[in-house]
């Protein structure tokens, strides 16, 4: 139980274009997911929080217009980076929470999206 | 603020040895802590939790006490193997931050033949 799955897995973009990443929760409802990017060899930075049927909650520095996050369903999670550019390469991870209170607020972790921006 | 850090890394040890990955956190509040594991090229899985003190998680062989007085949540593990090989993300959550995670900086352990 409690699988989490992205899509595409990978994407070549070109520059200037934008791309959609989907982020569901196969087995479970989860009011709120997170959006986070991570670096070569470098630990994650959460870009965002997405809360179902409400406006995404952005961290400091991270543009809110450029990482478009829409939380339509209590499965689906998109991020779409607008207008990509090489400095958006990255490999975009999500995670969910159990729509039910689980002691300990586990998360649930997909599996990633390698972006690569030409 | 809340923050975790974790031993630097690389680690590299021989099949069988002991490890030990250190992980201490500052939290404004009573965190659940948690480890991961990330294989090259795929997500973070969850290892192990504690939810309060005293607290022992264990999965795969992999052990991690939560050390109020301490403020640690050390990963042991009593004889590795290279299927080990991987980076370990220690990490926090607080209920009151929206249950946002704070991770550490990730340790990449290597386990040689």
């Known amino acids: 139980g409690a699988v989490v799955s992205q899509h595409p897995s990978w994407v070549i973009c070109k520059s200037g274009t934008s791309v959609k990443i989907e982020c569901r929760s196969l087995?479970?409802?989860?009011?709120?997911m997170f959006w986070y990017r991570q670096f070569p060899k470098q630990s994650l930075m959460l870009m965002a929080t997405s809360n179902e049927g409400s406006k995404a909650t952005y961290e400091q520095g991270v543009e809110k217009d450029k990482f478009l996050i829409n939380h339509a369903s209590l499965t689906l999670s998109t991020l779409t980076v607008t207008s990509a550019h090489p400095e958006d390469s990255s490999f975009y991870i999500c995670s969910a929470r159990d729509r039910v209170e689980i002691p300990g607020y586990e998360q649930y972790f997909g599996p990633g999206t390698r972006l690569t921006v030409t | 603020g809340n923050s975790v850090t974790q031993m630097e890394g690389p680690v590299t040890l021989s099949e069988e040895a002991f490890l030990t990955i250190n992980c201490t956190y500052t939290a404004t509040g009573y965190p659940s802590l948690f480890w991961y594991v990330q294989y090259p090229g795929e997500g973070l899985q969850l290892l192990l939790k504690?939810?309060?003190?005293?607290d022992k998680g264990s999965n795969k062989g992999f052990e991690a006490t939560y050390r109020k007085e301490t403020t640690s949540f050390h990963l042991e593990k009593g004889s590795v193997q290279v299927s080990d090989s991987a980076v370990y993300f220690c990490a926090l959550t607080l209920n009151t931050n929206a249950g946002k995670s704070t991770f550490g900086d990730g340790t990449t352990l290597t386990v040689k033949p």
């Open positions: 504690a939810t309060k003190a005293d």
């Open positions: 087995d479970f409802q989860a009011t709120t």
